[in-house]
């Protein structure tokens, strides 16, 4: 029998979506599902961007494209990008994507050798480890502590693994599943590290608009970063456009002309008239997003009360993203219980609440005590919230 190539035994997959096959097998079973399990958005792409995408439809931009992307997106890329961090991009520093996510693998291609050390978020998006040990590299997890007020980021953890072999580090502020937020300190001190170690930075800022009340700050305003960090783009949650598949690069001319190159062996372009459409969305009517806005916050504090409302929960309100990430020592205790697949699926049968684990968000390094589960409440209206809420309180608070 012919066997395949190796290398996909160090393939990973983002593991949300296990649960999410595991909520609609319930589903199915005719039960109500109140789905808190993946970072899906069940609201509409703003009007202006949808009429947009038919009228370049129509117009007949349906062909081939720059595998860089249409200069007039990129333009309009390198202007809104670049005014909201404070630094000055250029059209030539942007390359289109087909999402957020091929970013990452295409990063890494362009600065890490078979061998070489990446440093990257654990708990955190699971790709970026799956895209460097399936490139031949050694993926080396940096952790948090928990706070009073959510999630800092291990420096010392990281300073302690920062090797000879190191050639990049993973940056997600505004992260995912932990909504943990850097302080200005704590961003200069990663700003520092990779300075000092001459490191590649990837700064994933998918969520990056995703913020209630307060703007956001970038790792590249820092002086010595903009040179050496490539910005992980993507439309999909600030326009609610998950399924549109639409994001960029932006970086340095040498590692975004290294990542065209691989634009044109991968995917040839980006869909054509979404491009067009992307420019509406960057320069045309700004209140949809608001309103989206709007609405997660409301559905923030919704599920923020709903957990907190719990006995043996207490979780930080974050400013950014839209998942909360509850340590469950205290219900695991009561329950009895030690595997959090176990309290997973007593309460998605119970109650019809489905939620990730902490496992699904990179392999649990050795030491790892404290049990926590994330909740997403992009895809589930506030009613529904407030619904399940109540019933998972019930179950939580039972032996």
Known sequence: MKKLAYRLDNLGTETAFAVSAQARAWADKGH???????????????????????????????GYCPSEGIPELRDAMAQDVGSKRGVTYTPDQVSIQPGGKPTIG?????????GDE?????????IYESQIEYHGGKAVPYSYFETDTGFDIDLDGIRNA??????ALVYNNYQNPISAESSQVEMEAI????????????????????????????IVAIPGMQERTVILYTFSKRFAM????LGASIGPKDVIASINRLNVNDESCTNHFHQWAMIEALTGDTSGPHQLL?????????????????????????????????????????????????????????????FCLREHFGRPVIGEKDHFIRFAYSGITEDEIREGMAKLKSCFESP
């Open 162 to 167: 920062i090797t000879e072999k190191t050639v």
């Open 242 to 245: 998950t399924g549109w598949r």
């Open 106 to 114: 295409k990063f890494i291609q362009s600065v890490m050798n078979p």
């Open 118 to 126: 990446v440093l990257y978020p654990n708990p955190g998006y699971p």
């Open 294 to 354: 709007d609405t997660l916050q409301k559905r923030r504090d919704a599920t923020a009360e709903g957990l907190n409302a719990i006995n043996g929960i207490q979780v930080a309100i974050p400013n950014s993203t839209f998942y909360l990430f509850p340590n469950v020592n205290e219900i695991m205790k009561r329950k009895g219980m030690s595997n959090l697949k176990e309290l997973q699926l007593q309460a998605l049968e119970h109650t019809g609440v489905s």
């Open 32 to 62: 109500k599902v109140y789905p808190f399990h993946l970072g899906d958005i069940n609201l509409p792409t703003p009007e202006n961007v949808v009429e947009a995408a038919n009228k370049y439809s129509r117009e007949g931009k349906n």
């Open 191 to 218: 700003a520092a590290l990779a300075i000092k170690h001459d490191l590649w930075v990837l700064s994933d800022d998918a969520y990056y608009e995703v913020r209630y009340g307060i703007e956001p700050r970038s």
